[in-house]
């Protein structure tokens, strides 16, 4: 039992750190795509409303995935 629990705890820091690389490494493209005058503001609200899109067509599935996360917790 108290294996499973240091998986599950190993493999949320693995994928914290991930998530967080990967948000930095978008920030830091967007921040030298903006540096170079290009306008970005176009790009970031098409990416803004293709998520929102996507998240509302993934409605059910998040669902169950934060229910399925908040009982192991």
Do not use: Y
């Not at 599950?8 to 005058?37: D, Q």
């Not at 509302?56 to 908040?70: D, M």
Request: net charge positive; proline share 0%.
């Amino acid at each position: 039992m108290l294996a499973g629990r240091r998986q599950r705890a190993l493999a949320a820091a693995v994928f914290c750190r991930r998530t967080l690389k990967s948000l930095l490494e978008t920030i830091g493209f967007i921040s030298l795509l903006a540096t170079f005058g290009v306008n970005v503001t176009a790009g970031v609200t098409a990416l803004g409303i293709g998520g929102i899109a996507l998240t509302l067509g993934a409605q059910k599935t998040i669902e169950n995935l934060v229910g399925g996360a908040q009982s192991h917790c």
